[in-house]
Structure formats: C-alpha cells, structure tokens
Nanobody, 112 residues
C-alpha cells in the first residue's frame, strides 16, 4: 500500500495562491495515476484534478478549470496542485489519492 503525505495547505485571502504537494516513499508512485479530491464541511468529497502516470493527461473539475494546475515530478515521487485565484468556496480539506490509498489531508482556508 502506497503511503501518501500532503502538504502546503494554509490560510490565504481570496485571490491568493497556494501550492499543495503529495509525496510518497514508494517508487511505484511514479507509475500510478494520482488525483486530488477535496471535502468541505457538510459536503461530499469531490474530485478536483487528476493526472496520469506520465503527466501528459490531466483532468479538472469545471469549478477549478483555468485556476488550478496539476503536475508531477516522478524523479521526486511528487504530485503538485498549484491553486491560483482562490475563492472562499475553495475552502476544504484537500486529499491526494492513488489506487486505494489516501493521504491524511491538508486544510485550505480562503478568507473573503
């Protein structure tokens, strides 16, 4: 089972930026597709972005398209989520996932 660790969350004002990182110690991580999900209080967990193993294919939820960018550095066993033009509705706990493994989540709070 791949162990995932998210980092980079925090408090930011609306319009600001944050960059989240998802890292794994297992080398197999570089051969796996990875997704970022988020869950706001009282809401279901939703898919935010997805990237295939090579980084050549990505997917974004409509709500973040044009503002968020998912990328990966397989040499560092890392997947990044660059979040720009943040809105208060982006406030949530953000999780990375690969296969059946989830990270512990990192809190993102956007103040208005």
């Amino acid at each position: 089972q791949v162990q995932l660790v998210e980092s980079g969350g925090g408090l930011v004002q609306a319009g600001g930026s944050l960059r989240l990182a998802c890292t794994a110690s297992e080398r197999t991580f570089s051969s796996l597709a990875v997704a970022w999900f988020r869950q706001a209080p009282g809401k279901e967990r939703e898919l935010v972005a997805h990237i295939n193993w090579s980084g050549k294919t990505t997917y974004y939820a409509d709500s973040v398209k044009g503002r968020f960018t998912i990328s990966r550095d397989n040499a560092k066993n890392m997947v990044l989520l660059q979040m720009n033009s943040l809105k208060p509705e982006d406030t949530a706990v953000y999780y990375c996932k690969t296969n059946n493994a989830w990270g512990q989540g990192t809190q993102v709070t956007v103040s208005s």
